[in-house]
């Protein structure tokens, strides 16, 4: 599983991560986990 941070990166946000609190970070974290494994793998070439 990816990383907050990286998860973050991924979806590009703009929001400065170190601005959520502990409990936004564990619920994003979740979700976006969630929402990543859903998007199909890009194919390179």
């Known amino acids: 599983m990816?990383?907050?941070s990286d998860l973050?990166?991924?979806f590009r946000f703009l929001t400065d991560i170190e601005?959520?609190?502990e409990?936004?970070?564990a619920a994003?974290?979740?979700f976006l986990?969630?929402?990543h494994q859903?998007?199909?793998c890009p194919v390179s070439g």
Do not use: D, G, N
């Open 8 to 10: 973050w990166k991924h």
């Open 2 to 4: 990816m990383t907050l």
């Open 28 to 30: 994003l974290h979740s």
């Open 33 to 35: 986990a969630q929402e």
């Open 23 to 25: 409990e936004q970070k």
């Open 19 to 21: 601005t959520l609190t």
């Open 38 to 40: 859903k998007r199909p």
